[in-house]
């Protein structure tokens, strides 16, 4: 069969609902608030045609720019030979989500402020700087015989060749 090139060639997993989850979206979809400067994600939605973004950007995380009646511009990464292209387009509110990349960076923001307004009021130095996992602590294994029990030592027996 000859190699097809359509918008949506070879999107048979990627345009497909989940198991019992067909049909139209929720409301709560529509009413989402979206806010300029705030992160999506976009994830086509199947069952709306209209406003559908191309395959390439679906599972791309992209800034909000513009809010339209019922679209949403967004600003998305896209690399193109060897460069990343920034890239503007206009996705209905059917097809994005609320990301979740910067949750953690919020909260540890959070977090921070919150430490240094301790450290103001105790005057102690704090550091705010996130540290890689260090090794764990050391300690001294209990003997599983109880105390005073014998401690056998196992070792390898010595290699013979027996030919």
């Known amino acids: 069969m000859p190699h097809s090139y359509g918008t949506r060639a070879r999107t048979r997993h990627m345009f497909a609902k989940p ?3 067909s049909g139209l979206p929720n409301l709560s ?28 950007y679906h599972g791309r995380t992209g800034i909000v ?6 679209a949403v511009g967004l600003r998305v990464n ?5 460069r990343i292209i920034e890239k503007r387009i206009h996705v209905r509110i059917e097809h994005i989500r609320k990301s979740n990349c ?11 402020e919150e430490a240094k307004k301790k ?10 700087k996130r540290q890689p996992g260090q090794p764990k602590e050391a300690y ?13 030592t196992i070792q390898p027996l010595p290699f013979s060749d027996l030919v």
């Open 29 to 56: 979809q529509y009413l989402m608030d979206v806010k300029v400067g705030d992160y999506v994600d976009i994830f086509c939605d199947p069952s709306i045609h209209k406003g559908m973004p191309h395959k390439h």
């Open 65 to 70: 720019f513009n809010i339209t009646k019922s």
């Open 140 to 152: 001294f294994l209990q003997n599983p015989g109880g105390e005073g029990a014998e401690i056998t």
């Open 78 to 82: 896209k690399p193109v030979n060897g």
């Open 119 to 128: 450290a103001r009021e105790t005057g102690v130095k704090v550091n705010l």
């Open 102 to 112: 910067q949750k953690e960076i919020i909260a540890r923001k959070a977090a921070n």
């Open 19 to 21: 198991f019992r989850k």
